[in-house]
């Protein structure tokens, strides 16, 4: 089946510096890649699309220029978390969209990266 | 844009017990989805189901459309279900998911 990886799983982080989270579709081509921002106990809050050459699509309240998205590959999207803050700290996930027959379209998530902000 | 509630937000249950869980959406969907969400965080694809009902084992589900519900049965529970159940739902010509609120279930030996 397809497979989404994450990387990295767990990062830690001084206040002020940037992380690069980086997903992967390893055995199809993802045009369109998602990213969700979970706090604990929460469900999943969609924080932006990612297009294939194009720029990504926020959803309103999240800041583009924090959260910088570059999908530059059929296979790659990454989220760059600028300037971080203690209240960046969150659990980020992304998702690959994969076409399948019939019309139905497949989503396959990432394992998640734990950001702790110190 | 769509609301998705879930119920009941928490469940205990006793290994061996059966459950429901529901999903409540606010808007037509061309899409609905349930997920496992296991202790470490990772998403499991369960249920694709826009409409009708799907079985998987001792998993089911049954989406009435027209009444803006989904419900996902289990039945016989193990202590390997517990984690947070997810729905989510996509609208129209978006492609993106909105989840819902979630079901927290801890089964108990």
């Known amino acids: 089946g397809a497979v989404v990886s994450q990387h990295p799983s767990r990062v830690i982080c001084k206040s002020g510096t940037s992380v690069k989270i980086e997903c992967r579709s390893l055995?199809?081509?993802?045009?369109?890649m998602f990213w969700y921002r979970q706090f604990p106990k929460k469900s999943l809050m969609l924080m932006a699309t990612s297009n294939e050459g194009s720029k990504a699509t926020y959803e309103q309240g999240v800041e583009k220029d924090k959260f910088l998205i570059n999908h530059a590959s059929l296979t790659l999207s990454t989220l760059t978390v600028t300037s971080a803050h203690p209240e960046d700290s969150s659990f980020y996930i992304c998702?690959?969209?994969?076409?399948?027959?019939?019309?139905?379209?497949?989503?396959?998530f990432g394992s998640g990266t734990r950001l702790t902000v110190v | 844009g769509i609301q998705v509630e879930q119920s009941p937000p928490d469940l205990i249950l006793q290994e061996g017990a059966n459950s429901t869980l529901r999903c409540n959406f606010s808007d037509s969907v061309n899409n609905l989805q349930w997920f496992h969400q296991n202790p470490w965080g990772q998403l499991i694809n369960l249920f694709y189901i826009p409409s009708g009902t799907k079985q998987n084992g001792r998993l089911s589900a049954t989406t009435v459309a027209t009444e803006r519900y989904s419900l996902l049965y289990i039945s016989s529970s193990q202590t390997t279900d517990s984690g947070v159940y997810f729905c989510a739902v996509s609208t129209g010509t978006a492609s993106k998911l909105t989840f819902g609120t979630g079901t927290r279930l801890q089964v108990t030996l």
């Open positions: 998702s690959a969209r994969e076409p399948r027959t019939g019309g139905r379209v497949g989503y396959t």
């Open positions: 055995d199809f081509q993802a045009t369109t």
